[in-house]
């Protein structure tokens, strides 16, 4: 059966697609006045284009504006004459206090002098109050009143409320009596709305049911974990989310979210949390989770509220990826760039550790002859302890990784890093200078990749300085940040170079694969710091890593 005037073919901000049968109660909160003038022009020719009974509830200045307007447009006398105008201030009652039973007792004498002409039958209103009255707790018992007393008679109601002057917790109240949110541009279906007068038919309860089935059917095929969190419990994760934890769906109904993830993310839970209650975005986090075999898995998480009531329990819903395969390739790019840096300096290093195996061999030979003086016994020392850190700044390259991280000194690996690169920066005439180095710039890190960046960005500036030169090292402490600046005297690179460095596969030397650098990005990225680059053509390159600083 076909009843096109049932319909409601709403323009402005009813436009979005949408069509609301008759018996439809909108909230609308408006911001702007222009708009709000185009909405309750448009909500009256359209009611009486579909022959609609329109009532009107405003000022008695706009009432005249609206009947001026509608004349300009060609409407008739007639036309105009049938609408209902009822001046907002008479009704609500402003010159004396907000009284509920009265109010509505008007609203149903209003409604009922119309419904005899058989139209359906549209109501815009804008609700005010005088300044005693209690409207928080006033105004939104009369609206789930009013919509009881609309109810049988299926009209199709705007209220609207000054969006500037409600407060958040008042907005909330009021959509409980309406099944529809609109703003100046757009209209959405109303979570919070309470119907508790109309019990849904079979057909309805059938319908909503496969729905449900439907959804919970996709959601359980998701490939990625899906968790929803009430209260901090687990009340749902599919079955994806079941096979990431390894556990059965039992094992879930005790669980809570700090049962799954690490206690070292905890604080970062909590955080989110509060974001999401102010209605904040949460950015992908990157976490660890721990499953019921005693496995650490490394996840990608992205939540979202699920319920704002504030009635009810906060619920969010989590969507969780498995980054396993992501980290270990990245561990695999580190640990191969290690390997080629290690390769590419075997030549200096060699030529490093030469120098003062020279030294001691004459030092013997001199022992031999009897001509050795005490003083010399010191050189011989400090070179043997020259080539044991030489062979350990080898060996971390060389030795495979290790993931552990500790309270590090950067200082003190930096000066390390520009030692074991010296001979090989000498060999191109270039002077590596450390003196600029404070004590106590401790971070937390694996010294390890630190060093390993350290050595790439040092081992970048030597290759870039065709002609010599100095390379500058400095590592400071700026306020809650250890500061560590590496510049050289290179060729320097434009603007749009730079905008690339760190993509893997951009090189700017021949042979170069651009791993280099991207690991370093990666490295740094990992523990919380950033890597900035500034550059001059012609006059060289400067790196500056931010990390935090620790207490010690």
């Not at 409207?135 to 000054?162: G, R």
């Not at 009340?235 to 990431?244: D, E, P, S």
């Not at 640990?335 to 840096?341: A, D, G, R, V, Y």
């Not at 270039?430 to 180095?437: E, G, K, L, P, R």
């Amino acid at each position: 059966m076909n009843l096109p005037n049932d319909l409601v073919h709403p323009k402005v901000a009813l436009t979005k697609n949408m069509e609301l049968i008759s018996g439809t109660h909108i909230l609308y909160l408006y911001a702007d006045q222009e708009k709000y003038w185009e909405n309750i022009f448009s909500f009256t020719i359209t009611g009486l284009e579909l022959k609609h009974q329109v009532i009107l509830l405003e000022s008695a200045e706009k009432i005249e504006k609206i009947k001026q307007q509608l004349a300009q447009k060609g409407f008739s006398d007639e036309q105009i004459a049938s609408i209902g105008f009822i001046d907002h201030c008479q009704f609500y009652n402003t010159y004396q206090s907000f009284e509920t039973e009265t109010v509505l007792q008007g609203l149903d004498d209003a409604v009922r002098h119309y419904v005899a002409n058989g139209a359906p039958i549209r109501i815009w209103s804008r609700v005010i109050w005088r300044e005693d009255v209690d409207c928080d707790k006033e105004i939104p018992l009369y609206e789930q009143k009013a919509n009881a007393v609309l109810k049988p008679f299926h009209v199709f109601t705007v209220c609207a409320y000054d969006g500037n002057d409600v407060s958040a917790n008042f907005s909330l109240k009021l959509m409980k009596g309406h099944s529809h949110i609109m703003t100046d541009n757009e209209i959405t279906n109303s979570p919070y709305y309470e119907s508790e007068q109309n019990t849904p038919s079979l057909f309805i309860e059938d319908f909503l049911q496969e729905k449900v089935q439907h959804y919970k059917h996709l959601i359980n095929e998701m490939p990625d974990a899906v968790f929803i969190f009430s209260a901090e419990k687990v009340v749902y994760g599919n079955y994806t989310a079941l096979k990431m934890l390894n556990c059965k769906e039992s094992d879930l109904q005790h669980a809570t979210i700090w049962d799954l993830f690490t206690k070292e993310y905890h604080p970062l839970i909590y955080e989110n949390t509060e974001k999401l209650l102010r209605n904040n975005r949460v950015p992908l986090e990157e976490m660890k989770i721990k499953t019921y075999d005693g496995q650490i898995l490394d996840v990608e998480v992205a939540t979202f509220p699920f319920s704002f009531d504030i009635e009810k329990d906060f619920t969010v819903i989590a969507i969780i990826r498995s980054i396993q395969d992501r980290k270990a390739h990245q561990q695999l790019t580190i640990k191969t760039e290690k390997l080629s840096l290690a390769g590419q300096l075997a030549a200096s290093i060699a030529h490093e550790v030469r120098n003062p195996l020279t030294s001691i061999k004459g030092f013997i030979k001199l022992a031999r002859e009897d001509a050795m003086h005490d003083a010399y016994y010191t050189i011989i020392e400090e070179e043997i302890d020259r080539i044991e850190t030489i062979a350990s700044e080898l060996l971390v390259l060389g030795k495979p990784m290790s993931v552990e991280i500790e309270t590090c000194d950067a200082g003190k690996m930096l000066k390390d890093v520009s030692m074991l690169l010296q001979s090989q920066a000498v060999m191109r005439k270039i002077d590596i200078q450390y003196s600029d180095i404070e004590p106590d710039c401790f971070v937390r890190c694996n010294a390890g990749q630190m060093k390993q960046v350290f050595i790439n960005i040092i081992k970048n500036a030597i290759e870039a300085m065709e002609n010599g030169g100095v390379i500058r090292t400095s590592a400071r402490l700026n306020g809650e940040k250890v500061e560590i600046v590496i510049t050289d005297e290179g060729k320097g690179m434009p603007e749009s170079v730079l905008k690339k460095l760190g993509e893997p596969f951009y090189s700017t030397k021949e042979d170069g694969t651009g791993l280099g650098l991207m690991v370093c990005f990666n490295i740094v990225e990992q523990y919380e710091g950033i890597i900035r680059v500034e550059s001059t053509v012609d006059k060289g390159t400067a790196f500056t890593i931010e990390l935090p600083l620790v207490s010690v």
